[in-house]
């Protein structure tokens, strides 16, 4: 496993989203971006999953990932094994923050469920003589 620095936490939850790539058995890449975030600890995150489709394929078959998200010129690569919850209380608690963010915006929404990812490895990936270094 690996940790999230405070400020890995911190940009991940401000950033209106991140990019999750994912990636079929036969290797073909699929990356999209997903808004629904939350830090559960320093080694684990969730998203919520609506409108996964390709996506939600992939992990099925293939759990391996990585989620990059970044500020101007800052920015971090997660990389890790997702498990996909459609069942217990982190998948009942994400389907109600959803519905009331849905609430909030005038948009239904409505979580399928809850993708946990375990952070393995962590890399930079700002532009300059740090770009791809292993972080953690
Ligand atoms: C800004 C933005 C935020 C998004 N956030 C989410 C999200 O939090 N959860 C989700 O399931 N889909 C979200 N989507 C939709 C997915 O990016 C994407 O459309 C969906 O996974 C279908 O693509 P796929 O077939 O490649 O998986 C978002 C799209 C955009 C443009």
Redesign the pocket.
């Known amino acids: 496993m690996a940790e999230m620095s405070e400020r890995m936490q911190e940009l991940l939850i401000k950033v209106?989203?991140a990019v999750?790539s994912t990636a079929s058995l036969d290797g073909k890449p699929?990356s999209?971006?997903?808004?629904?975030?939350k830090i559960i600890d320093n080694e684990t995150v969730l998203?919520?999953?609506?409108?996964?489709?390709?996506?939600?394929a992939n992990m099925k078959a293939n759990p391996q990932v990585a989620v990059t998200f970044w500020e101007g010129y800052e920015g971090y690569q997660l990389k890790g094994t997702v498990t996909i919850e459609t069942s217990g209380q982190r998948f009942e608690e994400t389907a109600a923050w959803i519905e009331d963010f849905g609430n909030q915006i005038g948009f239904p929404l409505k979580s399928?469920g809850a993708v946990i990812l375990n952070i393995e490895e962590i890399y930079a990936v700002a532009p300059g003589p740090g770009a791809g270094k292993k972080l953690a």
């Open positions: 209106p989203a999750l699929n999209v971006p997903i808004g629904s975030k998203f919520s999953d609506q409108f996964l489709n390709k996506t939600l399928k």
